[in-house]
């Protein structure tokens, strides 16, 4: 993924400012913020916020607002030693409150859920590290140390004014910063990256109500934009610079730490596992989401195409290596939610035509024209100069049956609170259903979704042995049952 971050500088009804260079621009706005010295000085930050996070990709229908998650917490962030902890109490929209403590120090790190701990995965530890590194704070002072990597950018208007920007660029650190111009403040941050859903990801970020905090500056409102939509609205209810932080609050302890993965920016490589529920029936297994494979002799039809690209592509080399010759002939998209769609793209730039509820229609068909000029793929050179039409992408309103005979299988509508138009596939020779979020098997079986499914079961007449999760594990029918009764 490749990132450019933005910051915005402006002075409306004002003279012009005189020439200055990239540098030029960088030390105004360090000594608007207190001063080099202070800022150099500063060796650690401890913030108190609460946030609002809006789910973006988990709306009740592609259309819908998304719901928002609370969070109140404290991050505590010791640049001299590169360590970061912090401490939180979230509420999601179901109501069910969550105590978190993170700690980041020394290249790995822990996650502790309502009192248990457990290591951080190392994707998390190098996006934390990574905005460290990129902190407003930091990032200026970058500047100043490399002026070569700095140049000018275009003037652009943000919310009815004029700001200037400057590039710094190093490597996955490069940046577009920008600063008002009366005040010399960051005031917006910028980024494109590469997104499974969105094609192009721009995202911007808006730094607000500057006050004082010891000898520095600091912003007390964070927002940050998603493609035009609201994603996260956080306020620092309290700053508090060079407090001296006790070494024992980043402690790991050994138990965790050795078991913990080192931070790594070069992602791991995705490993997809077939596993055979049955005769010609396997669950494509790896990490947290699951796809069903169906072999209907002349094609393998594909159930589900979550998280990402390269989870999508691993798939299909999977069942390339395993069936040579026979093609992937459909995929069905469960609904949209996007860590169930992420890999839909991949698959219809490999020429696998799409099957999806006729509300999320759109929406997949957006995912095809996404603009992808971050990180081409094949889709994106098909699309261009040739014009070259994606594979169908065809809609299911009620009910649809796919191929015939023992490996049919039957997709139907699932009415469920989780989301609007849900999907699940059944194949009646083996009695199997698979299902995607509302109901994943575990130690417990959830009531409402259970509920959910049975009704399903039987409005269709549906003879049900087992219930196959998109996670989790396979549930015997009659477990489900018990859990749907009051």
């Keep these: ?98 105590r978190l403590r993170r700690v980041v120090a020394g290249g790995i790190g822990m996650l502790e859920t309502n009192g248990r701990p457990a290591p951080e995965s190392p994707g998390t530890v190098t996006t934390i590290e990574g905005a460290m590194r990129r902190a407003l704070e930091r990032l200026l002072l970058a500047a100043l140390d490399a002026p070569t990597a700095l140049r000018a950018l275009p003037a652009r208007t943000w919310r009815g004014e004029l700001h200037d920007g400057v590039r710094y660029a190093n490597g996955p650190d490069t940046v577009d910063l920008y600063f008002d111009r009366r005040t010399a403040l960051p005031v917006v941050t910028e980024t494109l990256s590469d997104d499974p859903i969105l094609g192009d990801r721009h995202t911007v970020s808006w730094f607000t109500r500057w006050q004082a905090s010891g000898a520095l500056l600091y912003p007390r409102q964070y927002d940050v934009e998603v493609n035009g939509r609201l994603q996260t609205h956080s306020v620092f209810t309290a700053v508090t610079i060079n407090s001296g932080l006790a070494d024992s609050l980043f402690a790991i302890p050994d138990s965790i730490a050795a078991r913990a993965q080192r931070s790594n920016p070069t992602p791991t490589p995705v490993v997809v596992t077939l596993v055979e529920l049955s005769p010609g029936i396997w669950r494509a297994e790896g990490g947290s989401h699951h796809s069903l494979v ?5 094609r393998l039809v594909v159930v589900e195409g979550p998280q990402s690209s390269a989870r999508m592509q691993a798939v299909l080399d999977t069942l390339r290596g395993r069936f040579p010759g026979k093609p992937v002939g459909l995929l069905i998209n469960s609904h949209h939610h996007w860590d169930h769609s992420g890999g839909l793209r991949a698959a219809l730039a490999a020429g696998v035509p799409v099957v999806t509820h006729a509300r999320n229609l759109a929406f997949v068909r957006g995912i095809a024209a ?44 699932l009415p469920t609170s989780h989301v609007q138009g849900m999907l699940v596939a059944y194949v009646p020779a083996t009695r199997l259903l698979f299902v995607v979020d509302v109901l994943s098997p575990g130690p417990t079986l959830p009531p409402v979704g259970s509920a959910e499914v049975v009704a399903l079961a039987r409005a269709r007449g549906l003879a049900v042995e087992r219930v196959a999760g998109g996670h989790g594990g396979v549930a015997n029918w009659a477990d489900v049952e018990r859990a749907a009764t009051p």
């Excluded at 001299?80 to 109490?89: D, I, K, L, P, S």
């Excluded at 261009?384 to 065809?394: F, L, N, S, Y």
Aim: hydrophobic fraction near 40%.
């Design 294 to 298: 169906v072999d209907q002799g002349t």
């Design 1 to 98: 993924m490749r990132a450019v971050l933005c910051m915005a500088v402006a002075l409306v009804g004002a003279a012009p400012l005189p020439a200055q260079t990239p540098r030029d621009v960088v030390a105004r706005a360090v000594a608007a913020m207190g001063g080099e010295p202070a800022l150099r000085g500063l060796t650690s930050v401890s913030v108190d916020f609460y946030t609002a996070t809006f789910g973006l990709g988990q709306e009740e229908t592609p259309q819908s607002q998304a719901r928002a998650n609370f969070a109140v917490g404290q991050t505590l962030t010791d640049y001299a030693g590169g360590r970061q902890t912090g401490t939180v109490e979230l509420r999601n929209p179901g109501g069910v409150v969550n």
């Design 370 to 413: 996404a603009r992808k000029t971050v990180k081409p793929d094949e889709l994106a050179r098909r699309l261009g100069p040739a014009r070259v039409r994606p594979p169908a992408i065809t809609a299911v309103e009620d009910s649809m049956v796919l191929g015939t005979g023992d490996q049919r299988v039957v997709i139907y509508r």
